[in-house]
């Protein structure tokens, strides 16, 4: 009898992030055994329409003019606003200045509200194929759109906050989307690294990463015993896969029950989703977030697309960036070792969280 027909021992091993290897994460699931917090299921108000509700059909005097109302104005399945309380604005411009070792950048920018659908109550699992594909077009609009307009910006950065725990601060569900003059720093770490490896290889990492979800099978043998510790399966990290997309759960998953959706095919950009291809990347992702509801029930999340950003500095990498979705479930609250060692600490196996994904029946 091999190891891997008994009962699975404890892992506790730090995995490397194969895109951004500064990234690392500890698995410890022997760790889920102690006493811990962990973030409740987010509160669910089912009603279609909340009179107080800012962002429900009939209220929307409560927020700024619309920049966008999908398909049209009045009967609108999307409604996209500038946000009350932005992080960046195109309002005021301020010099950049430099006192000594202390640097700003002018804040200049935009950030928007995508109201994600008419009916308050409504999660985003819940929502049809058509209408996440019409969500998913807006989002590509709005993008093209920010860029087109706005020379000075370099990136821009859809996602979504659901639950409190997730930085949600309206129920009603709802996404953002914030144009930035800078780079985040996770962001061009991941264009940086993926450049270094396809100057090396002359091959992209992600598209790499898919083709190995899908085709790579590996045994660990103990060196004394010969004993199987360790087995990697052909498809083990794949969560949904369709005709243009995947859903696989990462080999060095920093969330616990962190999931990333890609295009099969090399794309860097976001902004150039072609419209045949919305309704598989819709069918994908609806199914991806609805295994992750049947599995934690009413979990708080995060989840924000990356795409290759503009200017001289990025332009030279379409070959070897791959733009991507990351879903993050917010199921337990950092810790002091997380926050103080930038290591993420993971209690349960990838390859467990995986397979109890894939488990669930749609």
């Known amino acids: 009898m091999t190891e891997s027909d008994s009962k699975p021992k404890a892992i506790r091993e730090i995995r490397i992030n194969p895109v951004v290897p500064a990234e690392s994460v500890l698995v410890a699931t022997a760790r889920s055994l102690r006493p811990k917090k962990e973030e409740p299921p987010a509160p669910h108000d089912a009603r279609p329409h909340v009179e107080t509700c800012p962002f429900c059909r009939g209220n929307e005097s409560k927020t700024p003019p619309p920049i966008a109302e999908v398909p049209g104005p009045g009967d609108w399945s999307i409604r996209i606003v500038e946000n009350l309380y932005p992080v960046l604005d195109d309002d005021q411009r301020n010099p950049n200045l430099a006192i000594g070792l202390q640097q700003t950048i002018d804040g200049y920018g935009r950030h928007e509200v995508v109201i994600d659908h008419s009916f308050h109550g409504i999660r985003i699992h819940e929502m049809s194929e058509e209408h996440l594909s019409l969500l998913f077009s807006t989002y590509r609009s709005r993008v093209r759109e920010l860029f087109k307009t706005n020379p000075s910006v370099r990136s821009v950065l859809v996602f979504k906050n659901f639950g409190p725990a997730a930085g949600a601060s309206i129920a009603h569900s709802h996404s953002q989307i914030v144009a930035m003059p800078v780079v985040p720093a996770n962001i061009d770490a991941e264009v940086q690294q993926s450049a270094a490896y396809h100057q090396k290889t002359g091959s992209c990492i992600f598209c790499g990463l898919i083709n190995e979800a899908l085709t790579f099978e590996a045994a660990i043998y103990d060196r004394e015993s010969g004993i199987v510790r360790r087995k990697f399966d052909v498809g083990q990290y794949v969560i949904e896969r369709g005709k243009k997309f995947i859903a696989i759960k990462p080999f060095a998953s920093r969330f616990e029950w962190e999931v990333q959706v890609l295009p099969l095919c090399h794309e860097a950009d976001f902004a150039n989703l072609a ?88």
């Open 275 to 362: 419209d045949e291809d919305l309704a598989d990347l819709a069918r994908v992702f609806q199914r991806a977030m609805a295994r992750l509801n049947s599995v934690l029930g009413g979990v708080q999340y995060n989840f924000f697309i990356h795409s290759l950003p503009r200017g001289p500095v990025y332009d030279g990498n379409r070959e070897s960036y791959h733009w991507h979705i990351e879903i993050c479930p917010r199921t337990s609250v950092p810790t002091g070792f997380e926050l103080g060692s930038g290591l993420f600490v993971n209690t349960i196996s990838p390859e467990d969280a995986a397979a109890r994904l894939r488990a669930v029946e749609l």
